[in-house]
């Protein structure tokens, strides 16, 4: 199984009887599974069995679906809506006593969104209503179906990203630990350079000149993070290849390895160290962004 992104868009057209309609689905990035519907008044009613449907393809993200009525030629004629048309008259007379400004014309009254509505919906009964629902939910699940394959199709692109980005960490990582080797002579070279240019007239032991080296080499030991990366990347690799929902692991594993990062370049006593230590915090940054697009 592939990695699936949490971006992808799709749409599908259905019809019932005389009226036909769009759905169009998108979803991006989100730390659950958020459905957001837009539909024509009187339709809320297919709200709650959407989101079963969402909820049996979908893990996480935030989606949305748009549903757009598109009436054929044929169809029964429109009706005015006696309740949206009176609020309209309402608002209308209100405005025009608080402004002195001239009423609303009827042509403008009628043209208000919700005002004037297709008969046959108006008039459908419950058996229609239920009829029609069924289609319109039949239309969703193919609308669903084809954003999961674009999620599917940006998720196998997203997993070579990913992949690279590990590689770059993992050579980034022995590049790290070739210099941490060397730190401890590199240390003791400064340090008795250091120690010969403030005690010049005073002798200092070699005991005890290893005494202090070996303090400092160990607040600079850097192999215990050395090893933790190494582990995070075969983890990451394991990750990537499993079948199930890894967004939420890969997240959670670009924040370690960013710890391990940060600890490595305090630790850092050599220029070489710290410049390979910011490469990689840069290259985990880049890896953490993509993974917050897996499911």
Same mark, same amino acid.
């Given at each position: ?17 005389s009226t036909?309609?769009k ?5 991006? /990035? ?9 539909t ?13 449907l969402?909820n ?31 609020a ?37 009964d ?8 069924a ?60 120690m ?22 160990t ?10 990366l ?13 079948d ?10 670009a ?5 391990e990062? /940060? ?29 917050? /697009?897996?499911?």
């Amino acid at each position: 199984m592939s990695l699936v992104s949490m971006t992808g868009f799709a749409e599908a057209h259905g019809a019932h009887e005389s009226t036909r309609w769009k759905w169009e689905v998108k979803s991006v /990035n989100g730390r659950g599974l958020d459905l957001r519907m837009r539909t024509p008044p009187g339709f809320d009613s297919i709200e709650p069995a959407a989101r079963m449907l969402a909820n049996g393809r979908f893990r996480r993200g935030n989606l949305q679906a748009a549903l757009t009525l598109e009436p054929q030629e044929g169809a029964r004629g429109l009706k005015v809506d006696p309740e949206a048309l009176s609020a309209a008259v309402r608002l209308a007379k209100q405005i025009a006593e608080e402004t002195g400004l001239p009423p609303a014309r009827v042509d403008g009254l009628l043209a208000l969104k919700g005002v004037i509505v297709q008969d046959e919906m108006a008039a459908a009964d419950s058996a229609e209503r239920a009829a029609r629902d069924a289609a319109l939910l039949e239309t969703l699940a193919t609308a669903f179906d084809g954003l999961r394959r674009a999620r599917r199709t940006e998720g196998a692109k997203l997993a070579v990203h990913l992949r690279g980005m590990i590689d770059e960490i993992d050579r980034l990582t022995k590049e790290a630990a070739g210099l941490a080797a060397a730190q401890p002579a590199a240390r003791r070279e400064r340090l008795a350079a250091q120690m010969k240019e403030l005690l010049e007239n005073v002798q200092l032991s070699d005991d005890r000149l290893a005494q202090e080296v070996a303090l400092l080499a160990t607040r600079a030991d850097v192999r215990e993070e050395i090893d933790r990366l190494n582990a995070h990347v075969h983890e990451a690799r394991v990750l990537l290849q499993s079948d199930e929902p890894v967004g939420r692991k890969l997240d959670f594993l670009a924040q370690e390895f960013n710890r391990e990062a /940060n600890t490595l370049c305090s630790k850092s006593a050599d220029i070489a160290l710290t410049r390979v230590g910011l490469a990689l915090k840069h290259a985990i940054d880049q890896f953490r962004e993509q993974a917050q /697009n897996v499911e």
